[in-house]
Structures are given as structure tokens and as C-alpha cells.
């Protein structure tokens, strides 16, 4: 079961300034940085508040480590901006992704993969959400 | 203080087919409904989380009411998906708006208008926002 917005994912062409922009104009908190090689980006995970499920809710702010990656793409064609939105389950990832494809939505990946701050991932066509790619988030 | 993300808002040319691919797939519950005549949008607001502010987090599904809009004008330019992302402040929306203008930020209304289910916002500028068109929410 999918029990909160676990992030919103922001892509951005300077992760350092964008950060900076985040703290300075609301006065966010200094986040917990960290570099998915797999993913090619570094990320920065800017807690905004508590869930009612025991977890929290996050701006992830990314930015591409590799011209090839899936991010740097998208960042040439659309510019900075939000570029996911992720929702966090309750159970297991694979089972979670399991019953949705189960309704018809496509899956991008095989088997579940490592995510922010040790959690297990999986994201849903965009083409299948209405035009919204959506990760769907399994906390250690 | 912004305490919460209030609410993800996403753009779709059919509210009811929107909604219930989020029922359908994720078995979120029943929205709450409204029109926002001053937008030029027919809204449903699917609750996801708590947040530890005492508030809550939700999808905003948003559908154009009026070519003119200026979310009619985004989804022809954009199709489908976010269209941008709303933090809820603790205090008042207009001493919030005022300190981010402060900080450089253009604020898109001079005074708050009406938002979902109660609530005064108001608007920042996407291009002072790393491309992302932000939202301050107070609730009634």
C-alpha cells in the first residue's frame, strides 16, 4: 500500500546552487547528499516534514553525472524542473510494482534497484500515469 | 515557516479518467471535488498523507475549464503531468510571500487568492524557482 509523497524529484544543472536556492528562500535544512552511480546523478534529499506513517517526505534535487544518463537527456530537452514524483509503500517494493503492473501499467526495471538513503526502487512508465514518470519507494 | 509539501499539482485534459487511474492503480481514496472558477480549472484533491504539521499532502489533479486558462495554455504547450508542486506554510500566506519576495523571488499575485478547499495561496515564479512553478499554501 502506497502511504505517503516520499519525494518530489527536481532535476537541476547545479546541484550546489540549486541547494543553496532551497535554504536561502525557505530556509530549508542542509540536506543528505549522495551520488547514485547507477542512476548517473548526484542527488540532494531536502527533508521537508514527517509522514503519518513513521517516514518522511523529501525534495530530492538531482543533477546528471554522465551526458548519457536518462536525467542529462531529459534536462537537454526540458530544462530544469520537476522531472518525478515518488510515492513510498508500506511493503515490499517488488510486490508493490507486481500489483500494478498487474492493472496494466508498465515497469522500468526487471527487479527492484538501490535509491536514495538505502532504499529500494522501482519506477512506472510515464506514458501509463499521465504523463507522470512515478517511483515508487521502499525505505530500509 | 513552510512545514509541509501540501500538494503535488498535475495537469490532465480529463479529470474523471485521471482519477480513476490513481483509484484504480494505487487505491488512493475518493477526492474532494471543486471548481475554481478564478483559475479556470475543475480540481480533485486526493489525500495521500498526514504530515506532521497537523496537515495534510495531496494530488492536485487539475483540468482546464476555459481555453484561455493558463493551465489550458501549459497542458497544449507541456500534455500531461506536473505542473507544479505547493509547500503549506504554519503562518499567514502573505507575510510568507512577502519574505520570499524579499529574497528576490517574484510573487506572482499582489494579494493571496482563493485555493483548494479553503485555503489562500499564492504563486512564485518558475524562473526564479530552478523552472519549477511553486505554490504557498495556507489553510483555512
Redesign the interface.
Known sequence: ?????DH?G?A?HDLEA?VA?YK?????DEPHYEVNEEQGVREAMLK??????GAA?YLQLIEPIREDSAVAKWLAKN????HH?A?GTDGDVADEAAG?AG?G?RVLYEAPRNGSMGSLINFLH?KD????LTEIVQKP
Chains 1, 2 share one sequence.
Open positions: 500500500m502506497l502511504t505517503r509523497i518530489i527536481i537541476c540549486t536556492f536561502r528562500t525557505y530556509g530549508f521537508i516534514n514527517d509522514t503519518g506513517d517526505s530544462g530544469e524542473g520537476v514524483i510515492f500494478i492493472k501499467v510515464p500515469c499521465h504523463g507522470v
